[in-house]
């Protein structure tokens, strides 16, 4: 395991980081002046490039192999959306600037919220929410203020078991009960089981599209019409928006609300805990609850709407992460819509091609036809005494990314591949085959398996510790 920067310092060694200050000093004036040394390495420039060379060389990332997880930051992300971002014209706006200094900005925020309602079919979007759970705290906050305003008391907000797992949570925050309807032995919501949980109690479906399981509900225009019968609404988790673009418009088949994952779907990557973007849209009826300030287009000038009647207030400083705003319009505008549609479709085949080849060696509980995405399972190599996490280790080994493991909940050793739809079928078809591989190694050597990893910088972690006690404290001689 590589020590950190601090551990190579050496005394007598210096990479000159900081200039000598070459401004009078009066220490009068210095009340806070520290008494101590600031502590950096000292480390040649030399040594600091190569320490964290090393580093970028052990760590795993979309430019070394295929990152089968999900499409949020693991597909190809160009290069010169990056270097457009950077820009100066734009790093060196402020937020508290007069409106009539940046309405180039205003203009790229305009034109975005316009496209992401043309491309979902939706009348209005805030561009204000950080993230894709941050989008869905806000739709449900505007569901909560819209039942209020017209005074109904509804407090039930269906959730299939196919959706995703955030999606609770952020029912319960905004005060409603998240009640859950199970998913039929297609993997689908049964509009007769949904007949039976909705009343005047249900302010909210809740549901993701396509689901996690991969599918798209085949029955989503009769689900829709029994929801808005009993008076309630439709959110759609859009997060997996890459599978439908070009393809549906949600709006058009009667989804209220929605949210989008621009980090996701559009080529934004926020790896790392960088800045996402969670943009929710709504149809006219709830254009008036969005968060404020919007951006308006007033004749030939744009401008921030701050007020609105009805309005859920502030969700995010200012107006929400412009440099993802940035990097998605460059996307859409290089892309355009015929690219767009091919994006999904490219996503539906190479997810549907890895399905067939995966599921010659493991289990397909729902076997499709898929959209982007398609889970499997390792329950057939129960008998091996091999589980899903001991594949996922094994994949380390032969240098490719684990996919997401047991979720959704509802598959048993679940496997969650997405592909997306820049890999090519050479990657596919060597994915494919480790796969295959690794099914060989559990029935003849489950050891290996046990084992696993043995190739990588470090071998299994105690990932639970890891995420509930993280320190990331370095102190000098612990």
Known sequence: MTGTIFDKGTDGISGRYIPENDCPVDEDHLPLQRESSLGLPRVAEQGVIRHYMGLASKNYHIDKGIYPLGSCTMKYNPVVNEEIARNNAFCGLHPAQDEEDIQGALELMYNLQEILCEICGMDSFSLQPAAGAHGELTGMMIARDYFLSRGEERKVVIVPDSAHGTNPASVAICGFTPVTIESDERGMINPSDLKEKISGETAVLMLTLPNTLGLFEKDIGEIIEITHDAGALVYMDGANMNALLGIVRP???????????????????????????????????????????????????????????????????????????????????????????EVSENAIINANYLMKLVGKYYDIKYPGPCMHEFVASSVNLKKYGVNTLEVAKRLLDYGVHAPTVYFPLIVKEALMIEPVETEKKQTLDRFAEIMKDISEEAKKNPDLLHDAPVSTPVRRLDEVSAARNPDFRWQKGK
Do not use: W
């Open 251 to 341: 709006g058009k088949i009667g989804v209220d609300i929605m949210h989008l994952n621009l980090h996701k779907t559009f080529a934004t990557p926020h790896g790392g805990g960088g800045p996402g973007s969670g943009p929710v849209g709504v149809l006219e009826h709830l254009s008036d609850f969005l968060p404020v300030p919007r951006v308006v287009k007033e004749e030939d000038r744009f401008a921030f709407l701050r007020e609105s009647e009805k309005t859920i207030g502030k969700v995010h400083s200012y107006f929400g992460n412009f440099n993802v705003f940035i990097k998605a319009y460059a996307y859409l505008c290089s892309t355009g819509g015929e690219g767009l549609r």
